[in-house]
């Protein structure tokens, strides 16, 4: 063994030593300051490990948003959409106003992702006076507080019984069609300018799934990408949600 091999069998004990004490000072904060310590140092490495809640497509790529970001800029497209005064934006790229409002370049359709969220302590609801739980009913009036007067289906006093598909949550009184007629170019961005804004409130309303215009978003999907949607008649426009966006809540109790 040569004499740097000897010095540097010495340093190894003197080296672990160190770590042995570095482990220990910094055990200390640990000690007094324990999950509190641990969770500021989590909210400091979330937004650079996890992705943002919401994206964007937009003519310079993609965006992100945290939640409010993203509730911020679709009522503000919904209501400059409608010619009212919107909140202040200032905050926001103008580019994801742009792609909320106008969609894809080539087409209307999606542009804004958000992941899902289901609440996990609901109770189940009974159908009120308009047909419609106390979720849906907070869901309606939340569309018409942004949108305004809309015209409305999928529900009425007492509840409905056919119409729907099987198992349908418009049986439940859990669902709410807006529609948008006759299927136009300018119809449909109007109707991904409120599907938008649904899925950016979700979480706020317990929204459950939006089908619109041969597209669905659910809770259920962590990913919060839009999927595609099969209708059981393909030919039928209304099957496919061209002409109304859907829009359900949790159940509740079981959900």
């Known amino acids: 063994m040569n004499n740097d091999e000897r010095q540097g069998t010495r340093r190894r004990p003197l080296r672990l030593l160190l770590?042995?004490?570095?482990?220990?000072?910094?055990?200390?904060?640990?000690?007094?300051?324990?999950?509190?310590?641990?969770?500021?140092?989590?909210?400091?490495?979330?937004?650079?490990?996890?992705?943002?809640?919401?994206?964007?497509?937009?003519?310079?790529?993609?965006?992100?948003?945290?939640?409010?970001?993203?509730q911020l800029a679709t009522t503000a497209v919904a209501l400059l959409a409608?010619?009212?005064?919107?909140?202040?934006t200032?905050?926001?790229?103008?580019?994801?106003?742009?792609?909320?409002?106008?969609?894809?370049?080539?087409?209307?359709?999606?542009?804004?992702?958000?992941?899902?969220s289901a609440a996990g302590d609901l109770q189940e609801q009974q159908l009120g006076a308009a047909g419609l739980t106390p979720r849906a009913e907070q869901l309606r009036e939340a569309m018409t507080g942004v949108f305004g007067d809309q015209s409305l289906g999928g529900f009425a006093p007492g509840?409905?019984?056919?119409?729907?598909?099987?198992?349908?949550?418009?049986?439940?009184?859990?669902?709410i069609d807006i529609f948008f007629r006759p299927v136009t170019e300018e119809n449909r961005r109007q109707g991904w300018i409120l599907a938008h804004?649904?899925?950016?409130?979700?979480?706020?309303?317990?929204?459950?799934?939006?089908?619109?215009?041969?597209?669905?978003?659910?809770?259920?999907?962590?990913?919060?990408?839009?999927?595609s949607y099969d209708a059981p008649e393909p030919g039928n426009e209304i099957l496919r949600h061209l002409d109304h966006v859907h829009v359900d809540v949790l159940r509740g109790g079981t959900d």
């Open 19 to 70: 770590g042995l004490l570095l482990l220990g000072l910094l055990a200390v904060p640990l000690a007094f300051f324990g999950p509190g310590l641990l969770s500021g140092l989590r909210a400091e490495i979330a937004p650079v490990l996890l992705p943002p809640e919401c994206t964007v497509e937009t003519p310079e790529g993609e965006v992100g948003l945290d939640r409010d970001e993203a």
């Open 82 to 88: 409608r010619g009212m005064e919107a909140p202040d």
């Open 90 to 116: 200032s905050g926001i790229d103008v580019a994801v106003l742009q792609g909320l409002a106008e969609g894809p370049a080539d087409d209307a359709g999606p542009s804004l992702a958000c992941r899902g």
């Open 159 to 175: 509840g409905v019984g056919q119409g729907h598909g099987a198992d349908s949550t418009h049986y439940d009184g859990r669902a």
């Open 197 to 227: 804004w649904l899925i950016a409130h979700a979480e706020d309303l317990d929204i459950q799934y939006v089908i619109f215009d041969d597209r669905f978003w659910s809770v259920h999907s962590s990913s919060g990408q839009w999927h």
